[in-house]
RNA sequence: GUGAGAUUAGCUCAGCUGGUUAGAGCACUGGUUUGUGGUGCCGGGGGUCGCGGGUUCGAAUCCCGUAUCUCACCCCA
């Protein structure tokens, strides 16, 4: 038997059901605020994920689905979705162009991660970017947006809140911390050892003990955000606590991609585990330039999809259409020209067989139909149809026409 | 990449210290005094016991390897 890859899921019945609810109602939502669909390749240049996620980063160093190609091109399954709207965004001149643009997308990333819960090799995450604004209130905004759609689906979550400043402050505040761990190199462990190397703020989130003693005198991002990016984030925050937005301040929030700047916010549950953020995003002002755009401010989430559909419940279908059947074999070309004319208006579920009553209603019931109809050699004689309204549980029987 | 646990019917699982034709519940399917579902009763189909080696007269059961799943580290959506 051929099985699918390793932390590969197919999306099968009834989980079916909640990926369709799930995306009906997110686009919905995503759309009020004036974001529009936009589909980008699942395969892109390498070096597109290099010089956007960030050489540092796990996903670009160790998580890429990476492969030549027949033509020798470097290519890449996308691990996550801003660096091709980003490059589209580019490509098609629109940072030429000025204005305001949304988009929103939706469909499978690749990282070649170790499965666990809440985390596939083969993934599907909704986003939003939102490109040509600088204002806080945006950010606020996407926040906002996002918090619609989690509540929406009932969803129990905790948002966290950090800023991560820009290169003017974080620059010299990396140094200043980097310097600081240097001093106490011979307390801290192996991991943030690593971590001073890749993403100094990551020693933060070390479980270590000793670790967690030797930093309680390191130099705090927070404190050192410069002028700007320290208005801009008070402002932020005046705007969630005046819509009484909860929201927890998290100096250690880092997120793992490295164009991010500014604002940064994870909505994380309890209900999933070890990977408990189900929706993460924040400020990317210097991605469209690295990518020899034309500066332009730029904020953007993503929602991973299989995370959020473990907490959604879908609402229960009532009954609707019609089941046909045949009692008698000879009545089943008849069943099939009246199923075939019912289809026309309605959800029609056909019986090809001839079966007992008890056992087409039976079927009926399964298929969540609202009206079992059959034609037996009494209905074939005398040209009707019995049908039964299976909510209600009254019968009768009707002309054929 | 590291660690722990798991793998027996479509699903959830039982199968004691190795011993004859591997079981249950649910699901599926058929029947049940004449053509009545979701809720009775009886029957039926369905398993190379993840895969490959080994020990043994004999392995679902013990040993080794391997794959996958689950959870955690790590990382992130």
Redesign the pocket.
Known sequence: ?I???????DILPPQNQKFEYFLKHTSKIVKKYGFEFIETPLLEETALFKRSVGES???VG??MYQFLDKGGNDVCLRP?G?AGVVRAFVEKKLDRIGGINRFFYYGP?F?Y?????????Q???F?VESFGIQSHFEDANIILMTKEILDFFGINYTLKLNSLGCPTCMTPYRKTLIDFLDSVHNTLCE?CH??KE??PI?VF????EHCQTALKPAPRLNQHLCQSCDTHFSALRDILDDQKIAYELDPNL????DYYNQTAF???SGD??????????GRYDKLVSFLNGKETPAIG????????MEMIEVPQTS?EGYYFGA?CPQAIDTVFKVATKQRQSDKVTLSY?K????????????SN?RY?A??????LANQTI?I??????T?Y?APLD
């Open positions: 038997m099985t699918a890859l390793r932390g590969m899921k980063s796990d996903i160790k998580e996550e801003t990333m990282r991660e170790r499965p666990q819960k809440g985390r596939f090799r993934f599907h995450q986003g991991d690593r971590r890749t993403n990551r989130d070390c479980k270590n880092v997120r793992g991609l994870e909505f994380i999933l585990g070890a990977q408990n953020a189900v929706a993460g995003g989430f993503a929602i991973g999809i299989e995370r959020l009954r009692l067989e079966k007992s009553l008890k056992a087409h209603l039976k079927a009926a019931d399964r139909a079992c059959v034609i037996g050699e009494d209905e019995w039964k309204d299976l909510e209600e549980k019968e029987t």
